[in-house]
């Protein structure tokens, strides 16, 4: 038997084992000061399992004597039993993927499986907690960028903004930083390295300087602007989904914080790169060095300026002349699905007030007009989903957009992802951690809150370093949202401390980030190998000082709007 297997048998059996034994001794009883809370989180467990209770709930009857009839307790030896299968189901999943990154869709898949047929959960919550809604906003954004990428214009963008610093020392180091951030903020964290760590590379090659250090900045900055809004990275739109929090949420509560990381970042980065030689290169060759933006599009300078003049004609002109049309569609799509995304919520609200006025209109003497709602999520969600099919509409091979562009091993892996987590909060597992969590901090208040919101960031952000993110997000959102729900003041600070640790926690290794990976690939393809020790020397300075200052952005603002 392979070596790794028979160890992740035996992991994976111990967890069973040990998960059993602590669930079962775990009793969350109701007394003492925080009886009012274990109550809640007793109630919530109860609501999950005999539905019928909410439905009593929601009408404004009395629930209390229909919980006495609802029989689940979570203190029983049976739900401990389906806990410690719910647990050992994604441990295997998470252990499976480290040990064979390459097949570890099919360990998601087998986790799933064993948790339907074994009755750790029921079939429909399963299917439920799949994520659609978040699946389709992901690959409609993959076949959009996909579009912009073929396009010209993140290419374009990227050179353009480079070529801005002139290639003097200090605005160089700025603007790649800025860059890096902006552009992980408004597409993601992968394309954005793809672009960077290109323009990077070519011109380390000019200034005959090592690229590694200038790409590490790059995807360090990278990493801290997908923090910045919901579409710089999956766990930015999971988290939307999860806790209703708008794109106005994120610039308010997760762009600061994402802003002043990568200030943070700057003065670091300043001391490491002088080091390299590379301000010396700069003001040595800067000004021999040439970036072509228009070759994004398939084209020159000289073409483009000869086009401008109306000097060129025939076939260049008709070549040329297609490349821009594609150039302005892409900016146009481009500039559509940012302003969709943004106002998505007062859009929903004005589409909504049209409806009912539509319907309202149709409706015939005291006929009563029936319509569904269109709630913020929805928008958001099908916002890309239409412009991502208006723009396969006016594609000549819409086909090959979404073969190249969709990513659909990664999103096979979330789908099966969320579904094993989902049996976590299910099982009642969640329910214990956030059981435990309150007992530590000692009770309901605004300092607990702080407590745990730097709990769960420094958590998220070491596991993140050497596992991928959404795994420590769709494992510890359960627990916040049960946070929230028992009453915990300014609770919603914890979704961003979540945000922050499991996307800034990526910079501290070489496998913290699907970016890094990427970009890592990228040099490799060059000829350049970056050892594990020369990441973490720098990345560890890099996640305790960038995150330490986003996480007192938020602890400050928190205060001011929660604390009384």
């Known amino acids: 038997m392979n070596r790794n297997l028979l160890i992740l048998i035996v992991a994976v059996t111990a967890t069973f084992v040990i998960s059993f034994v602590a669930f079962s001794t775990l009793k969350v009883e109701p007394e003492g000061p925080l009886k009012d809370v274990v109550e809640k989180i007793l109630v919530n467990f109860k609501m999950k399992h005999c539905e019928w209770i909410n439905v009593i709930r929601e009408h404004g009857f009395d629930y209390h004597k229909a919980l006495e009839e609802c029989e689940v307790d979570l203190n029983s030896t049976v739900v401990a039993f389906s806990e410690a299968l719910a647990t050992a189901s994604f441990v295997a999943a998470i252990l499976g993927t480290l040990m064979f990154w390459n097949k570890r869709l099919s360990f998601v898949m087998i986790g799933v499986a064993l948790l339907l047929f074994l009755g750790t959960a029921p079939f429909e919550m399963i299917l439920e907690h799949m994520e659609l809604g978040l699946i389709l906003f992901l690959i409609s954004m993959m076949i959009i960028v996909e579009y912009l990428n073929e396009s010209g214009v993140l290419g374009w963008i990227t050179v353009k903004l480079v070529k801005a610093s002139k290639f003097q020392p200090l605005r160089f180091v700025a603007i790649l930083g800025f860059l890096s951030w902006i552009m992980a903020a408004l597409v993601d964290e992968v394309t954005s390295i793809v672009f960077v760590t290109r323009v990077v590379i070519s ?9 590694i250090p200038l790409v590490i900045y790059s995807v360090m900055a990278t990493n801290i602007g997908s923090s910045a809004t919901m579409i710089g990275n999956p766990i930015g739109i999971y988290i939307a989904l999860q806790s209703g929090k708008s794109f106005e949420d994120f610039l308010e509560w997760a762009t600061p914080g994402s802003l002043l990381a990568l200030l943070t970042l700057l003065p670091i980065a300043l001391v490491w790169l002088s080091k390299t030689g590379l301000f010396k290169k700069l003001r040595e060759k800067g000004s021999m060095i040439s970036l072509d933006e228009w070759s994004a599009l398939g084209i020159s300078s000289e073409l483009y300026e000869a086009y401008k003049s109306g000097k060129l004609t025939g076939k260049e002109a008709e070549e040329v002349e297609a490349a821009l049309k594609r150039f302005k569609r892409g900016w146009a799509f481009f500039i559509a699905v940012l302003l969709l995304i943004a106002f998505h919520t007062p859009l929903s609200g004005a589409l909504n007030q049209f409806l009912a006025y539509l319907y309202a209109a149709m409706s015939v003497g005291s ?57 976590l909060s299910y099982t009642g597992v969640t329910d214990k951690m956030a059981y435990s969590l309150v007992q530590m901090v000692g009770g309901l208040t605004f300092e607990s809150t702080v407590t745990l919101a730097i709990t769960i960031a420094v958590v998220s952000a070491v596991v993140s370093a050497f596992l991928d993110n959404m795994p420590v997000v769709v494992a510890l959102s359960p627990v916040v949202k049960t946070l929230i729900e028992v009453g915990l003041p300014g609770g919603e600070v914890l979704w961003w401390a979540l945000l922050y640790g499991s996307t800034m926690g990526g910079n501290m290794t070489l496998i913290g980030s699907t970016a890094n990976i990427v970009a890592l690939g990228i040099l490799e393809r060059h000829g350049r190998t970056v050892k594990f020790w020369d990441w973490f020397k720098v990345g560890v300075v890099v996640v305790a000082l960038t995150l330490g200052v986003a996480l007192a952005s938020l602890l400050f603002h928190a205060s001011l709007v929660y604390h009384q």
């Open 203 to 211: 011109i380390a090659s000019m200034l005959e300087l090592n690229p």
């Open 367 to 423: 006929e009563v007009s029936i319509h569904a709602e269109v709630p913020p999520d929805a928008l958001l969600v099908f916002s890309p989903v239409v412009v991502a099919a208006i723009l396969m509409f006016t594609h000549e091979e819409p086909r090959r957009l979404v073969e190249k562009g969709v990513e659909w091993w990664t999103l096979l892996f979330f789908m099966f992802l969320f579904a094993i987590a989902s049996a």
